[in-house]
């Protein structure tokens, strides 16, 4: 065990939170981060439970990268310790919650209560008046200790609607202003959320707009020193044994394979490999390597581009066959099988590593927290995928869910190949994660490794 660091951290915190999705959570959060970053103050942000999409728009706007915190998925430990070193570099830290404050176990509000961060609630007012006052009251008190900064109503239709909204309030002195309904700073959106900057030739001028209408309201006009001081105390945590010392990990990495978490990154160098990034849609050849890394994003919307790519697919093939390892999450396992079929019913024929079909569909297929139990270690994550999976291939063992022994998702085994709809969360575990890029047998009771 590392000995704890002695010193704590404080500085302005906030956790951003709303009613239910969809209220503009994440528009507020990266217009704040926005704001101050562009101001020159040092600004993180962090994103409650799993999510590929919003952090990269978090890390646009505030200029550093956006890690998860999920008091599950990471663990106290991992939460504290990611807390307390951004505290100790950061002048503002953003936290921006999950679905509803209080939906999930564990929910925002659990780590909003555990880590002492104030909550500020966004709301979108539309068609609403006095109800405002209603659910900003019942937010903040629905949970006995939850800190609580105050509320912001967001798609306000003019002066007069923010007037009445604030006048609904108990205490006036929550109210920290309204945000008009803006195209101009609207995040837009597709099957699995938002839609990522990256792909948006106009994302920062979006973000910069956001912070401009934020700006001009109560929460905007509010120095570093006036927001909710935070301490933060230091944590122990594991060090990571070097067990991938001089190895090379290659890792897909474009808009079809763009579901990777930053610390994620930090636990396979941690681990002492040396990642080498390619992109498929570019055109880009298997870098030489020990193991491979095809993680989730969008193979769906580019299968025509992904089914061209044969000299990939070759050595793609050449790679395994050699016994090196290929783990393959959600959408990097799609694009392993023989073939894709789109939601417009369009079929394309894969890599074909793995037999069968995976087609998506229109309503989800599933969603929420997992985990692996992987050579005595419990590999976190989740799954959250629209496509379903058709394969003679034999399931090598399941994910199961938190406090239930049910069975969750499949994992395929074939040879030194892995594959799953589970998004794996490697800091939960580097041993597990070090055993899916080795080439030593897996241990599943059920692999043909």
Known sequence: MVAPVSHRA???????????????????????ARLHARAGR????????????????????????????????????????????????????????VMGLFDGTPSAADLAVHFGLPVL???DARAMAGTFGALAYGLQHFKPGLPWFGVLANRVASERHAGMLEGALRDPAHWLGGLPKGEDF???ERHLGLIAADEMHDALARLDAAADALAATPLGRLSVAQLPQVRFDASAVEAIAPLLAGRTIAIARDAAFAFIYPANLDVLRALGAR?????????????????????????????????????????????AAAGKPVWAECGGMMALHDTLVTADGESHAMWGLLPGRVTVQKRLAALGPQQLDLAGHSLRGH????????????????????????????????????????????????????????AAPIGFPHDDS
């Not at 302005?12 to 959570?25: T, Y």
């Open 383 to 438: 799954t959250f995928h629209y496509s379903v999976c058709d394969t003679p291939q034999p399931v090598a063992a399941r994910t199961t869910r938190p406090n239930t022994d049910a069975g969750g998702e499949a994992v395929y085994v074939r040879g030194t190949l892995r594959a799953s709809y589970f998004h794996a969360w490697f800091a939960s575990s580097p041993e597990a994660t070090a055993r899916l890029f080795d």
């Open 275 to 319: 990642l080498a990034f390619f992109s498929p849609l570019a055109g880009d050849a298997l870098p030489a390597c020990d193991a491979v890394w095809l993680p989730g994003g969008y193979p769906e919307l580019h299968a025509e581009a992904l089914a061209a790519r044969t000299p990939l697919r070759d050595a793609l093939h050449a790679h």
């Open 186 to 188: 609207a995040l837009p």
């Open 121 to 123: 609630a966004v709301i």
């Open 42 to 97: 040092r600004v993180r942000v962090f994103k409650c439970g799993p999510d590929f999409l919003d952090p990269r728009w978090l890390a646009l706007a505030s200029g550093a990268p956006v890690h998860s915190l999920d008091l599950w998925m990471n663990g106290e430990a991992d939460c504290r310790a990611r807390l307390h070193a951004a505290a100790n570099e950061a002048e503002l830290l953003i936290v921006e919650g």
């Open 10 to 32: 404080t500085c302005a915190a906030v956790l951003v939170a709303a009613p239910a999705s969809g209220q503009g959570k994440t528009t507020v959060t990266a217009a704040l």
